[in-house]
């Protein structure tokens, strides 16, 4: 039984598909968070945006495939850090774009995601371990974020 998420940068079928191909979507996640990247250096934000939030879905997908057991947790590791990544990278184009709102809405709901998913690492402790410091990280950024919020609404 494959999860829906509402997506909002990919279509829910695409999204389906990549939850069952979670090797596809990876090399998939690979390619789409250079692309944002190049497309953020030169300076096409609005574009970057849109393909850091397909990356941010596919690194999602794949967090939220029903991986095989015999998935490594080298893989595992893997997959958080790219959920990670691309999550901090879509906030960061949220950022660019004079989204700050919907950046620490990113953070704050990755952070979430992966909170929601330690149980399923109960039993590898390094595993936990990689977990608490990504979840750190999007606190990090999720805390500056609000305060970018708290003084812009101050201000007007």
Known sequence: EVRMMKTHY????YWKWLQ????HARNHFTQTSQTALEKAKSGEMESARQTAGEAYEIAQAVLLS?????TSP????KDLTAYGA????????HAATGNIEDAA????????????LAPL???HPELLTM??????SLQKGLAFYQRQTLSSRVLH
């Not at 029903?66 to 015999?70: D, G, I, K, W």
């Not at 080298?74 to 590791?77: E, G, H, I, T, Y």
């Not at 691309?86 to 184009?93: H, N, V, Y």
């Open 10 to 13: 990919l279509s829910p079928e």
């Open 20 to 23: 069952s191909h979670p090797e």
């Open 66 to 70: 029903l991986q095989a057991p015999e």
């Open 74 to 77: 080298a893989s595992q590791r």
């Open 86 to 93: 691309a999550a901090i990278q879509l906030a960061r184009s």
């Open 105 to 116: 809405t990113c953070l704050d709901a990755a952070s979430q995601q992966i909170y929601a």
């Open 121 to 123: 690492f109960a039993l």
């Open 131 to 136: 977990l608490q410091q990504i979840t750190f």
